[in-house]
Every structure is written in structure tokens, then in C-alpha cells.
Nanobody, 117 residues
């Protein structure tokens, strides 16, 4: 079956760094766009970063641009998010996703990232 499993979340101090990882299985992830989204209670899920199938193109939300880096390994079937200089407002549940040009199709269960002093 199709699975996306996130890992790497946890508690980190402001200014710190954290690496998130997502392992995909049950489908050929190399043909899909991959992404990281995040969501906080009471707000809609927002796109944080996305990456093209061949890693040639990446896009970031304005709030994380310059601080977060998305990468993928099509052999390992993984997508990662390196988060640097974390801020309090980065606190959220982070989800990885796979999709087509038109929509996001598959989602992981999410991993909690809490930035607190």
C-alpha cells in the first residue's frame, strides 16, 4: 500500500536546526512532485517547500525561504527538509506529500516540530 512516513520532529530552541525525513513506499515516488506542508491548530495546511521529480526545481514559501532546504533521493525513495534558524512561528505539524502537477495525492501522518525556549 501507499505510505509516506515522516520522522525527525521534536523540540528545538529558537535559532536551532532540525532535519525532517520522509520515506515513501508502495508507489514510484520518482515520477511525483514531493513536498513538505505544515499545519497549526485553527489554520489551514500550508505549503512550505516542494521539489520537482528530478530535483531540478525547488520552491519555498516566503516565510521559510533562505532558512529551509528541501531535497530528495529517488533511489532511497525519500524527501528531506533541513530547517535552519528555526523560529517560534515554525511550530507546527509537518507533513510530507506526493502529487501531480494538478494536486497533492498522498500524505504522511505528520510529525510535530516545536520551537520553544
Amino acid at each position: 500500500q501507499v505510505q509516506l512516513v515522516e520522522s525527525g520532529g521534536g523540540l528545538v530552541q529558537p535559532g536551532g536546526s532540525l532535519r525532517l525525513s520522509c520515506e515513501a513506499s508502495g508507489f514510484v515516488s520518482s515520477v511525483y512532485r514531493l513536498s513538505w506542508h505544515r499545519q497549526v491548530p485553527g489554520k489551514e495546511r500550508e505549503l512550505v517547500a516542494e521539489i520537482s521529480p528530478d530535483s531540478s526545481t525547488s520552491h519555498y514559501s516566503e516565510s521559510v525561504k533562505g532558512r529551509f532546504t528541501i531535497s530528495r533521493d529517488n533511489i532511497k525513495n525519500t524527501v528531506n527538509l533541513l530547517m535552519d534558524n528555526l523560529k517560534l512561528e515554525d511550530t507546527a505539524v509537518y507533513y510530507c506529500s506526493a502529487g501531480s502537477y494538478y494536486d497533492w495525492l498522498y500524505w504522511g501522518q505528520g510529525t510535530q516540530v516545536t520551537v520553544s525556549s
